[in-house]
């Protein structure tokens, strides 16, 4: 497939998903979401891949749906937008490979509801983020009204929400909306050292414990801590926790093998 709304280029190992409209500020109209199905399909079934970096093309990272092609459309085209999204989102979430989300200008609506589906998130200093689909009439539909209270707590959440009003990055740090903040001219090389830094790590401990959080979160916690021993006692058979546990015996780095 070509795109035409999106970049995919991988390099050492990491694939780099930029969303390019910058004439619209990058806001997610339907050929975009396809584009972006068929991409982050690519990347969650290539092996030689570790992690996603997704971004944005000029002053947003993602300004959001479009909304020139939301107001055209009715409850039930609606309700299938939104559930494409969401399922765009629980696949890049659950692809078994961390992406970061590199936030340079706006995260809004859509946009913020990709970077909360990112396993991390690193902001630019002069990011903006908000859920400001009240405003439109309409609530978060790409999994924000869930995924925000899971990472920032529920008062926070409903404050961002209800208020539709943005937060700069130090904001959104304070509250744990993102991980980092870094300069704009920074950003790129910030969250390729993050990836590179858990890509450094075993690869089947770093899925197992993306899907220990993220499953354990909607569990009772005896449910969630017998997922952890489950993941634990499968770890424990790899040939990768072998490698890891020698080689710090050995005093020397670990060569993962994914296997
Ligand atoms: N959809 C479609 N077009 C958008 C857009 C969006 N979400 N956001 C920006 N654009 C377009 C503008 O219409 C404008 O296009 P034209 O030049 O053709 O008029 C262009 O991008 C540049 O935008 P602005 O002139 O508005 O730029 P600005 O710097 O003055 O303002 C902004 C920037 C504050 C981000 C403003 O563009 C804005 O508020 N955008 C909308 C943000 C928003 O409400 N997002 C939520 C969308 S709904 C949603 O996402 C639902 C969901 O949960 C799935």
């Known amino acids: 497939m070509s795109y035409e709304n999106i970049v995919l280029e991988k390099r050492e190992g990491i694939a780099f998903l930029r969303v390019d409209r910058p004439s619209a500020l990058n806001a997610l109209n339907a050929a975009t979401i396809t584009e972006l199905e068929h991409a982050i399909d690519d990347v969650a079934k290539d092996e030689q891949v570790g992690a996603l970096i997704w971004h944005g093309e000029g002053k947003a990272f993602?300004?959001?749906a479009?909304?020139?092609e939301l107001a055209t459309l009715s409850p039930i085209e609606a309700k299938r937008l939104a559930r494409r999204g969401q399922l765009l989102l629980g696949r890049l979430e659950g692809m078994g490979k961390p992406s970061v989300a590199a936030i340079g200008g706006f995260a809004l609506g859509g946009g913020c509801e990709v970077a909360l589906a990112c396993t991390l998130r690193v902001a630019g200093d002069r990011a903006r983020l908000g859920l400001p689909e009240v405003g439109l009439g309409l609530i978060p539909g790409y999994g924000g009204t869930q995924r925000l209270p899971r990472i920032v707590g529920t008062?926070?959440?409903?404050e961002?929400?209800?208020t539709a009003e943005m937060v700069g990055a130090e904001e959104a740090h304070r509250i744990g909306l993102v991980n980092r903040i870094v300069d704009d001219a920074?950003?790129?090389d910030a969250a390729t050292a993050l990836a590179k830094r858990i890509m450094a790590n075993?690869?089947?401990?770093?899925?197992a414990a993306i899907e220990s959080v993220h499953r354990g979160s909607d569990l009772a916690l005896d449910d969630g801590l017998v997922l952890e021993t489950c993941q634990f006692g499968v770890l424990a058979g790899t040939n990768d926790m072998r490698e890891g546990t020698q080689a710090f015996i050995e005093k020397r780095k670990p060569d993962f093998k994914r296997s």
């Open 155 to 158: 008062g926070r959440a409903l």
């Open 62 to 64: 993602i300004a959001g």
């Open 160 to 162: 961002l929400i209800l």
């Open 202 to 207: 075993g690869p089947l401990a770093v899925e």
């Open 66 to 68: 479009d909304i020139k």
């Open 186 to 188: 920074e950003l790129l």
